[in-house]
């Protein structure tokens, strides 16, 4: 356990040590005052001393001069009274004490060892003069109330007076006579030391002590208060209050630490509206997403749960996720959860359970596991998706696909489903057999291109990739036989996949029919024309025989053959046999069953072609025939010999109305028209036949294109001939409709997309 260290403030700590300072550098002062004001004193006392000794040598020189040894003890005693004196004593150079202020030391004699001796006898020879210092002996104290003595030595030189004297002569050579010693007492000066250093310490102590004092005000303002209001300022950004605001206006690194403190509180602040922002949003995500949210440990207990799963259980925290979906006492054999904290990886799988309504639910459960701040994985998320509806809607299209499919094999027509993009033959229903004699697994994975003649597939291909139906189009049986179908082409998606659906009609029989039909309606044209065409036929077949007679005529006449005449007969002849021909095979290609290919064709020219096997009829009958045709049209895809037959129809509906109109009226010139007119739209061309008839009652009109229906008199009409005309423009792509007021004349409008155009 780490151990929790007692706390000390910055302040304290500067203050701690500045006055430990403080306190060094007084007990420093002090001592190296003391130690300064002893030495000066000590070194006073020595001079002083010093001065004493040279005083009392210079007093006793007179005594000494004339021998007086009672004003030498005399001098000795009064100098001996003096204060802080302790004794004198004079020597002479053999160490015996001539005078003392002791008068019981007198005749004693000084060891050689001992200090007043050994200052001079420790050199040879002796020195005349010694330093102050060498002179000098301090003795300590014995105990506490006795006070240090100074012992100070002072050699007597031998004076010139000395050594001349008539009383006693001393050598000239001899330097030194004896020693003067004196023993002081230092209490006076210890105690100006003490006194001194007392007053000196206690100034130090008080300077100090201010400067302390000061330090500390200062210390106390810059730094401690500045701290103490960013520590409480960072404490209460700890505990989330984030009052930015810090009373701290010092332009110095306080203030720049002050500052940045603000801008961090102010952005902490705004991090933490952020966040909190942030927080709730996923918690309220976290409670309000869509689907059931847990979170497990490792024994499966729940340790937390959103919305959803509180609404849908029956359940508390601590409760197993087991007992909790599926009511059961023990884990699931499969559980994701396991998974999850086995592998350390999301899993997801599918399940089953019961809500506490008791309704029965389906689930995508998805996994995924929980970190610690050491990457260890300490809880599971689990997210369960319902599913139920798409369980049911899945089990519905099973059975709509059961039920499409066999739909889709019980369609009588074939249909096939192509890739959109290689019309390969995905699929197919089982109506091919009975229509193309194919198996279904010879056609499927098979191009769409074997159904079509080689010389027609590209195009029918063409049309297929661009979903265009086809009409009346060629297709091979298995046999070779060649059948003609309608095939309707849709676009969809089948598994992702863009497919195109194509319904096969048969229309082999019905053509077969239709053309036999047809064929009839057309020999029933012409053996109504007859009449014309014979009459047609007798016009140039007169020619020609004015032609015969002429030339017979000629060959018996003596005068010969004109050259003029017989180029002018010849040219007759030809143009006749042309328009008898040109009767024939028109009459001869109507008659022939038409062609199920279809062409680009000009509707004017079909017209015209039309309206060319009636001109005589029209003419006999006094009708005219109005043509307003646009000679820009462009043209349609058709076959000319059934559009024909189409506007041969419309013309003899259109002159049976006019003749049954003008049959017991005076009719004239303007009741007797026939009107042709084309013209071209954007998308498609526009052919009208219109006549000045009797015109169609209305209760009529949506019968006239019924097979044999008619409005003609029994024995007049055979009722196909707008049937037919209906299902040969339906073929087309084109449309026709009828306009038509009793006794106005009808007007039938025909519309035809253009070639290339749907």
């Known amino acids: 356990m780490r151990r929790v260290q007692p706390r000390i403030s910055l302040t304290a700590k500067i203050m701690i040590s500045l006055g430990t300072l403080i306190l060094v550098l007084v007990t420093l002062l002090i001592v190296i005052n003391m130690k300064s004001f002893s030495a000066l004193a000590m070194e006073n006392e020595e001079l002083e001393a010093d001065r004493l000794c040279d005083a009392i040598k210079y007093g ?19 100098a001996g009274r003096v204060a802080e004196v302790d004794s004198i004593r004079i020597l002479n150079k053999s160490g015996e004490i001539m005078f003392s202020g002791d008068r019981g030391e007198v005749g004693q004699t000084m060891g050689i060892d001992g200090f007043e001796c050994s200052i001079c006898h420790a050199s040879s020879p002796i020195p005349a003069t010694l330093p102050l210092d060498q002179r000098v002996r301090v003795q300590d104290r014995e105990d506490e109330d006795t006070p240090r003595r100074l012992h100070i030595v002072s050699p007597i030189q031998n004076e010139l007076g000395c050594s001349t004297a008539s009383c006693h002569v001393h050598p000239p050579d001899k330097s030194v006579l004896g020693l003067l010693t004196l023993s002081m007492s230092l209490r006076k000066q210890e105690d100006s030391v003490a006194s001194q250093l007392v007053g000196n310490s206690v100034y130090i102590v008080f300077a100090l002590g201010g400067i302390f004092t000061v330090l500390a005000l200062v210390i106390f303002k810059l730094i401690h208060q500045p701290i103490r209001l960013m520590t409480a300022a960072t404490r209460r950004i700890a505990s989330g209050d984030m009052t930015c605001n810090l009373a701290v206006y010092q332009n110095d690194e ?3 630490l002050a500052e940045a403190i603000t801008t961090m509180c102010q952005e902490i602040a705004a991090k933490h509206i952020q966040i909190t922002k942030q927080r709730e949003l996923y918690q309220n995500l976290f409670e309000g997403v869509p689907c059931i949210v847990t979170v497990q440990d490792r024994n499966f207990r729940l340790l937390g749960y959103n919305r959803m799963f509180s609404d849908n259980f029956q359940v508390s925290k601590g409760a197993h996720c087991y007992e909790a979906y599926k009511g059961r006492v023990e884990k699931c054999p499969r559980c994701p959860v396991e998974q999850t904290f086995s592998t350390g990886q999301p899993a997801m799988t599918e399940e089953a359970g019961v809500y506490k309504d008791g309704s029965p639910a389906h689930w995508l459960v998805t996994t995924s596991p929980i970190h610690d701040e050491n990457g260890n994985i300490v809880a599971a998320m689990e997210m369960c998706l319902d599913i139920t509806s798409r369980k049911q809607l899945e089990e519905e299209l099973r059975k709509s696909e059961r039920k499409y499919h066999e739909i889709f094999n019980s369609i009588p027509n074939p249909v096939f489903v192509l890739d959109a993009g290689t019309l390969e033959i995905l699929d197919c229903n089982k109506s091919l057999t009975s229509v193309y004699e194919y198996r279904k697994g010879e056609v499927i994975g098979r191009g769409a291109a074997m159904l079509f003649p080689e010389e027609e597939g590209e195009a029918h291909l063409a049309d297929l990739r661009e ?29 992702d996949r863009k497919i195109l659906l194509v319904t096969v009609m048969d229309l082999t ?21 007859a009449t014309g065409v014979a009459h047609e036929l007798n016009q140039p077949l007169a020619v020609l025989q004015m032609v015969a007679n002429f030339f017979l005529r000629r060959i018996d006449d003596p005068r010969g053959l004109d050259e003029e005449a017989v180029r002018s007969m010849a040219e007759k002849l030809k143009n006749n046999v042309e328009r008898s021909t040109k009767i024939i095979n028109h009459m001869r290609e109507f008659g022939r069953k038409p062609s199920l290919e279809t062409q680009e064709v ?10 060319d096997f009636f001109s005589q009829q029209l003419k006999r009958r006094d009708i005219t025939v109005d043509f307003d045709l646009d000679e820009d049209l462009p043209p349609i895809l058709a076959e000319p010999n059934r559009l024909e037959q189409v506007f041969i129809n419309l013309l003899i509906n259109a002159r049976d109305a006019i003749e049954e109109k003008c049959r017991g009226d005076d009719c004239g010139p303007t009741d007797r028209v026939i009107r042709l007119h084309t013209k071209a739209r954007r998308h498609n061309i526009v052919a009208e036949v219109a006549d000045t008839g009797v015109g169609i009652p209305t209760a009529l009109q949506e019968r006239l294109f019924e097979p044999f229906f008619t409005t003609k008199e029994v024995g007049k009409g055979t009722g ?4 037919i005309s209906y299902g040969i423009v339906q073929d087309y792509g084109g449309t026709i409709v009828i306009r038509s007021q009793p006794g106005q004349g009808a007007r039938f409008i025909l519309n035809f997309p253009r070639a290339g155009q749907a």
């Open 60 to 78: 006793a020189s007179h005594a000494m001069m004339i021998n007086s040894r009672e004003g030498l003890q005399d001098i000795v005693n009064k």
């Open 254 to 256: 306080l203030g720049e």
């Open 467 to 495: 979903a265009r139906d086809l009409t009346r189009v060629a297709n091979l049986a298995r046999d070779g036989r060649i059948l003609h179908v309608n095939m309707n082409v849709a676009r969809s998606e089948f598994h």
């Open 509 to 529: 029989e019905r053509i077969q029919a239709e053309q036999q039909l047809i064929q009839a309606s057309k020999m029933a044209t012409l053996g109504e024309m």
């Open 602 to 611: 000009d509707l004017n020219q079909v017209l015209r072609k039309a309206f």
């Open 720 to 723: 196909l001939g707008l049937s």
